[in-house]
């Protein structure tokens, strides 16, 4: 995805803005998910990790994503680790080093820089690479989030409104994760059949977080991260977030239930939730959006 070869020295502000500039006024949002794993990609728990080293970025389809489900775009891409906010970088070395690549749909390795690419591992699921995010500063928020920014390459923009140190919110894939911080704060949405007692897997939920990046989760079954048929945004930061349900295979939308406890009706077969997250730095709370199919 790169119009030309960028050496280490030139990579600052200004040779960011001439590489995303020309491609992104009119470039969709980017397919595909991102999560964090450990270096082998297995998921961790409530994505809370024992030290920042652990912390390994995936990319692909999404995890429980149906067969069919589409991943990344093939390209070049960029990450970032930043506070909830975007406002402070937190990542500690050039963008040059933080850089990967993708075919497939899966991470495929990281982009030679002269020594400062980051470690990666192997994905012993689909044989797709893993990279570390460290390093990485601490987080300044009180509720010990952290969040990673995935952009394509090309679509970095520092002189676009709203950026995040280049990174454009409507062209990322973001991810929340704490480091050494075990309190709960997450958005759960199931996925109810017609008189099911136990919600579906494998359905598609799509996450907006509050400075308007996105990333797609799905319900899944696996009690060794938690995670019983609820398709988890983990690490949840204070502020309002968006949930966006569509119609899809096995789940024609009948109504969503909010957290608040109201009921939406889909239009033209969506529903978008909005959720307020609270701060709640003295405890955990899970916030429920329930969404039942005809």
């Not at 961790?44 to 999404?62: H, R, T, W």
């Amino acid at each position: 995805m790169f119009r030309r070869v960028i050496s280490l020295a030139a990579v600052g502000a200004a040779a960011i803005a001439m590489i995303g500039t020309p491609n992104v006024a009119h470039a969709a949002p980017v397919s595909g998910a991102i999560f964090t794993t450990d270096a082998s990609g297995v998921p961790v728990n409530l994505n809370i990790y024992s030290a920042k080293e652990d912390v390994y970025l995936n990319g692909g389809p999404g995890i429980n994503a149906p067969d069919d489900a589409a991943g990344l775009p093939d390209g070049t891409y960029s990450y970032q680790v930043t506070d909830p906010s975007g406002k402070t970088l937190l990542s500690t070395d050039p963008v040059a080093c933080r850089q990967v690549t993708v075919s497939g749909g899966v991470f495929q390795a990281v982009v030679p820089a002269d020594g400062c690419e980051h470690a990666s591992g192997v994905d012993g699921e689909d044989g797709g690479a893993t990279v570390q995010l460290f390093p990485f500063a601490d987080t300044p928020n009180n509720g010990g989030v952290y969040k990673v920014w995935v952009t394509p390459t090309s679509q970095l923009d520092c002189t676009a409104p709203g950026n995040k140190h280049c990174f454009v919110p409507r062209y990322s894939k973001v991810d929340n994760f704490k480091v050494r911080d075990s309190r709960i704060v997450e958005i759960d949405t199931r996925f109810w059949a017609p008189g099911a007692s136990t919600p579906m897997d494998g359905k598609q939920a799509l996450w907006t977080d509050t400075v308007g990046a996105t990333n797609v989760k799905y319900s899944e079954y696996n009690p060794a991260i938690l995670a019983f048929h609820e398709a988890h945004v983990e690490a949840a930061e204070q502020g309002t977030h968006k949930i966006t349900v569509s119609d899809q295979d096995g789940c024609a939308i009948e109504s969503v239930r909010t957290p608040t406890g109201s009921l939406i009706t889909p239009s033209g077969g969506t529903v978008t939730v909005p959720v307020a997250v609270k701060n709640h730095a003295a405890g955990d709370k899970t916030y429920f959006v329930d969404v039942y199919c005809r």
